[in-house]
């Protein structure tokens, strides 16, 4: 992922984020905690939606089956018609003012290739349902009167390629470490008061290294020492590096995308992608009508942007879009400014 993809990425996709505490006065351009996650688990998630789109799907209880009405072939070996192609599990258990939920999700071969689990203390929340999985709706971020979060990506052998883990410190304080491989690589603290309200990024150097029998191997190193970013907002918005020097806004975006977008990010989901092969093919299919095929188009390309891939198609769908307006086709009737 280039610094331009994780810039585009930031504009369009996060400019809705949330905050930590209710009355917060960070700006919204900033990542919150969900939307974060969101992006770490990018890939999964997508692939979980079009999974409901692209297969037939029998529900029991908890637990979803797809299949097919013709041969399938995944993972190099031909499925038979209505073979179970794919399942996943998912449920919840609360226990007193605690919660966990658990999503497993198993490959053509029937061997769990991913697991997601989100446990809250404090303050028990309600069971997730299947759009909120497929559609990243975990909402990890530490609510009112919540204590602790802990979310981890794990694959079938119970690796963990990404976790989050969240505490609240006090009435004003929030604390958020972001790991790879069980390595920290980012820390968030958010502090709150009266006066102003303030968020810390701390990044730190890490190895990651990680294999899957004998199928899978990535080793990466980042090497390099702490350092912080701080966003402080009051009557206006400041935004500093590690020693304290103001920097301007898109400085400060170019600098949070390059170390947790393209670096962070990226990695999980190239662990990610590689357990995805294993489940049955999806793709996206235009329904036909004239807005409903420019929406998938603009779906699907956002995608290639989210996950870094044919971009060079990307490229083309934009050229062919600018074309298309150029030459009367498509009419921008949105209201004026």
Known sequence: MNKTLALLIFYFTFLLGGDCFADSKLPSLLYDINELVRE??????????????????????????????????????????????????????????????????YDCGGELRLQEELFIKGQARGPLSYDQWSEALLNPQLKEGEEHVHYKLSDGQGVILFEL?????????????????????????????????RVTYSFQGF?????????????????????????????????????????????????????????????????????????PPTEVVSTGSGNSRFLEEIRLNINRLLNNLNLNLLELFLRNLLQAVEDGLIIDRRPSE
């Open 40 to 105: 770490f688990k990018s890939p999964y998630s997508l692939k979980l939606s079009d999974l409901k789109k692209n297969y037939r799907s029998v529900t029991r209880g908890n637990v979803v089956e797809f299949s097919s009405h013709e041969d399938v072939l995944c993972a190099f070996n031909n499925r038979p018609t209505d073979t179970v192609l794919s399942r996943l599990e998912y449920f919840h258990r609360p226990s007193g003012n605690d919660s966990v939920d658990v999503l497993r999700l």
């Open 165 to 197: 883990i969240g505490r609240r410190a006090n009435a004003s304080q929030v604390v958020y470490d972001l790991k790879i491989n069980s390595q920290t690589f980012m820390l968030i603290r958010y502090d709150e008061s009266p006066q102003e309200s």
């Open 207 to 279: 190895e990651a290294n990680y294999s899957f029998k004998n199928f899978y191997r990535k080793s990466q190193s980042f090497r390099h020492g702490r350092f912080s970013f701080q966003v402080i907002a009051n009557q206006s918005t400041t935004f500093l590096s590690s020693r304290n020097i103001p920097l301007a806004r898109n400085t400060f975006i170019r600098y949070f995308s390059s170390w947790a977008l393209e670096r962070g990010v990226r990695l999980v989901k190239n662990y990610v992608d590689f357990h995805l092969y294993f489940l």
